[in-house]
């Protein structure tokens, strides 16, 4: 077991995971059994110095009630220093931030295109990926050249391309994590009003679009609890989109993570009947890109930092995953996981090999070792190889600056429907988000 451990926080302003982190690590094992470094790295110096103020308000906290004496916090506003010596690498990052998000919402709107989230996938998700894939690239590449050992946990959506382009480009071993996998089992709990601990659940997909493949309720096969109620007419206790596509493809998808599944399938839910039928909030309403949600999380970080409220009131939410995953490499403290984002490689039989996939792992000193889960049904299947190729096109247009790929991209995506409003559509958020966007998208 190593004796010091440093991790290093690349996007670390992000109000919607660096506190829940930095209070996972003040109350985790790695800080009581390592020296541990924690080292925040923004590009904003000023929200950069509010999370430092934040961490090192935590880590007196701790150490006043002799909890987390070998923690450190540290920062920098240069990556290349921030990760020398890193261990692990978590990425929250966010180009432009939240006004580039509401940009990619915003615009297509003006085309009567409706987006929910706004940040896996529509035209909002082919523009945050056209942001994002060159500098989680760019990341990598430090990465290669200062710790290549280390691990890069990606929290940044859209998170299964991004986290793509690192394994597809690079030798970094790149994970994607996403707290969707651990909200499946309390979900499925709900539904058949038991306690959370009796009911074993395994996911597979894509990230937002993972697919109940299997799961037990007091050791009884689940599916076929679910089957015999419906039989005797009652109506489980499931969101009534995710039961509706139950019904169609005989597995529950992404229980427990809301509407995301809604964007997967524009078709059937992107349009107005579907978004009042089902209640479907619109124009980040209510997610972290909110502005009226972020600024109740800012008062809350300027509240701590005076005084007016105390570290308790901070949550360590399901955000802290990959704390997790830190324990069982550096502490040996094996666990299984419920959905890590790794490449296929036969894990999925009839799904790309290539393709990066949401799935169960085993986690301990060696690394992640992913469980073999089967095939899909074919309709399953195909839905989700669809998507992972149009993230590939996706991919592919955000490091080349090829305006046909991007085209390809948007029409494959779903949500466009005409070429003459894709190519109105890319060349006004082209534009719009011109100052968040590298230099091979304005060249000539």
């Known amino acids: 077991m190593k004796d010091e451990i440093k991790v290093t926080l690349i996007g670390a302003g992000s109000i919607a995971f660096t506190p829940s982190l930095l209070k996972g690590f003040a109350q985790s094992e790695l800080s009581e059994k390592c020296k541990l470094t924690v080292t925040l790295m923004d590009i904003d110096p000023k929200i950069l110095e509010t999370m ?10 701790a150490k006043r009630r002799g909890k987390a004496e ?40 003006t085309k009567g295109i409706l987006q929910s989230i706004g940040d896996t996938v529509g035209p909002a998700g082919v523009f945050r990926d056209l942001r994002h894939v060159p500098v989680m690239l760019d990341i990598a590449r430090d990465m290669e050249d200062i710790c290549p050992d280390a691990f890069m946990f990606n929290y940044t959506n859209p998170l299964t391309p991004l986290t793509r382009v690192v394994q597809r480009e690079t030798k970094i071993k790149c994970y994607g994590l996403c707290s969707g996998p651990g909200a499946a089992g309390p979900a499925l709990a709900r539904a058949f009003d038991v306690k959370p601990e009796e009911v074993e659940v395994y996911v597979a997909g894509i990230n937002h679009l993972f697919w109940v493949k299997d799961f037990t309720i007091k050791g009884e096969k689940g599916y076929h609890l679910l089957k015999e109620k419906i039989t ?30 809604a964007e997967f399938f524009p078709n059937l839910f992107m349009h107005k009947e579907a978004v ?29 930092i005076s005084g007016k409220k105390t570290i308790d009131s901070l949550e ?4 802290a995953t990959a704390i997790t995953l830190m324990e069982a490499i550096i502490l040996g403290k094996s666990t299984l996981f419920p959905g890590i984002n790794v490449p296929n490689l036969g894990i999925i039989s009839n799904l790309p090999p290539w393709g ?26 195909m839905v989700l190889a669809n998507r992972l190729h149009q993230y590939e096109i996706t991919i592919d247009a955000a490091l080349s ?30 534009r719009a988000e011109k100052d968040w966007l590298p230099n091979v998208w304005h060249k000539g």
Request: no cysteine; aromatic share 8%; glycine share 10%.
């Open 52 to 61: 430092y103020k934040i961490g090192t308000s935590i880590s007196e906290y």
């Open 70 to 109: 070998g923690l450190k916090i540290e920062k920098h506003g240069d990556r290349k220093a921030a990760l020398e010596g890193a261990d692990f690498v978590t990425i929250t990052i966010s180009v432009g931030g939240a006004k580039a998000t509401h940009v990619d919402v915003e615009i297509p709107k």
């Open 232 to 261: 005797r007419g009652e109506v489980p206790r499931i969101d009534p989109m995710h039961f509706q596509l139950y019904k169609v493809f005989g597995l529950l998808p992404s229980v427990g993570i809301g509407h995301h599944v």
């Open 276 to 304: 009042e039928q089902y209640k479907i909030a619109l124009d980040l309403k209510g997610t972290i890109y909110d502005y009226e949600v972020r600024a109740r999380f800012d008062k809350m970080l300027n509240d701590i």
């Open 316 to 319: 360590v939410g399901e955000e």
């Open 356 to 381: 990066t996939l949401e799935v169960p792992a085993y986690i301990d000193p060696m690394g992640v070792h992913p469980i073999g889960m089967g095939s899909f049904p074919k309709g399953v299947a």
């Open 401 to 430: 600056g090829d305006r046909s790929l991007a085209l390809q991209a948007l029409l494959m995506d779903g949500y466009v429907r005409s070429i003459d409003v894709a190519e109105k559509l890319l060349d006004e958020i082209l």
